[in-house]
């Protein structure tokens, strides 16, 4: 399915895209943050709040910001899909010239908008923002290095871990993005390999305003395998490459065995060979099931089901 939005007569400056899960407790504020932002630039502007399935309130939130807000459009799906298939929802939605990615707990601060803004009206047609600062654990964020060193190993290039969502796209960038069907996706692997001229800002990331993050570690997990497995065909490459060591090295031990029967008769090693099987049918079995993995998400891709399901959109009709 390939989603295509072209921006109409009537369509605002700038669209700000804000995927929303388990954030209850952060809407209100953070409509109020993102209006005050937008009014000081002096652009029309709209505020797409996408319900990911969220377990607690937040679409009566979303509701009630409706209603008060005439900005906010809301787009309620109808089950959990995840972050990114969520801001692709967004894009899909959003009727601007450029497009302001963010998370919905305020750990970016809606007052940088105006800056990402400024920066790309230089002549950049992406503008993301680095995190000087952050406000995750340390384990996590030595998790996030420790993945993106591991990305940028499989794809042959650098990742910054310290970008996140928070961005400003223009309109020609967002109708590529939309272009992608692929439900295994991330939005930054996605921009990054678009393209384009990419611009950046600094900023601090601030606290979570209310809540908890709804990534797990097991989620965090799944997720970076899903990053590692199916971003890029380079592991694959790996797999092919150990099996050639271990061949080798079978070669190897085969020779050495041969010329120690004959100049020193048989000698005791089974330890060592049990050691070696075992060794070798773990890796037997792990390049299978990577295999396996690769084969399942081929099976979803063909099936070409729609990236996402939605189930109520709230929106203004413009005059």
């Known amino acids: 399915?390939?989603?295509?939005?072209?921006?109409?007569?009537?369509?605002?400056?700038?669209?700000?895209?804000?995927?929303?899960?388990?954030?209850?407790?952060?809407?209100?504020?953070?409509c109020t943050r993102?209006?005050?932002?937008?009014?000081?630039?002096?652009a029309s502007f709209e505020i797409v709040l996408v319900d990911d399935g969220s377990p607690d309130q937040s679409w009566s939130k979303i509701v009630a910001a409706h209603e008060h807000f005439p900005e906010v459009k809301g787009i309620r799906l109808?089950?959990?899909f995840g972050q990114h298939i969520a801001i692709s929802a967004g894009l899909a939605a959003a009727t601007g010239n450029y497009a302001v990615v963010m998370d919905c707990d305020l750990q970016d601060p809606p007052e940088r908008i105006p800056d990402l803004y400024?920066?790309?009206?230089?002549?950049?047609?992406?503008?993301?923002?680095?995190?000087?600062?952050?406000?995750?654990?340390?384990?996590?964020?030595?998790?996030?290095?420790?993945?993106?060193?591991?990305?940028?190993?499989?794809?042959?290039g650098a990742f910054d871990s310290s970008l996140g969502t928070f961005s400003i796209l223009s309109r020609k960038v967002i109708n590529e993005f939309l272009r992608f069907n692929e439900r295994e996706r991330h939005y930054l692997f996605v921009l990054r390999w678009l393209g384009f001229s990419v611009g950046q800002i600094e900023y601090d990331h601030n606290e979570r305003f209310a809540g908890r993050s709804?990534?797990?570690?097991?989620?965090?997990?799944?997720?970076?395998?899903?990053?590692?497995?199916?971003?890029?065909?380079?592991?694959?490459?790996?797999?092919?490459?150990?099996?050639?060591?271990?061949?080798?090295?079978?070669?190897?031990?085969?020779?050495?065995?041969i010329i120690s029967y004959f100049l020193h008769g048989s000698?005791?090693?089974?330890?060592?060979?049990?050691?070696?099987?075992?060794?070798?049918?773990?890796?037997?079995l792990v390049s299978l099931g990577v295999l396996g993995l690769y084969i399942g998400k081929i099976f979803d891709q063909v099936k070409e089901r729609p990236l996402y399901s939605i189930d109520v959109v709230l929106e203004r009709i413009r005059k």
């Open 267 to 284: 000698s005791p090693g089974w330890t060592s060979l049990f050691v070696m099987m075992l060794i070798c049918t773990g890796a037997i």
């Open 1 to 30: 399915m390939t989603l295509t939005v072209d921006q109409g007569s009537n369509g605002a400056a700038i669209s700000v895209v804000i995927p929303v899960y388990g954030c209850d407790g952060c809407i209100e504020e953070l």
């Open 118 to 156: 400024a920066k790309i009206k230089e002549g950049f047609d992406i503008v993301l923002a680095r995190r000087t600062t952050r406000s995750h654990s340390i384990g996590r964020v030595l998790g996030s290095k420790a993945y993106f060193f591991l990305m940028g190993r499989l794809s042959k």
């Open 78 to 80: 109808s089950r959990n």
């Open 34 to 42: 993102v209006r005050l932002a937008l009014m000081g630039i002096g």
């Open 214 to 257: 709804s990534y797990s570690l097991s989620a965090l997990i799944r997720h970076a395998f899903d990053g590692i497995f199916f971003q890029s065909t380079e592991l694959l490459r790996w797999i092919v490459t150990a099996g050639l060591v271990f061949s080798f090295g079978g070669i190897a031990s085969s020779l050495y065995f």
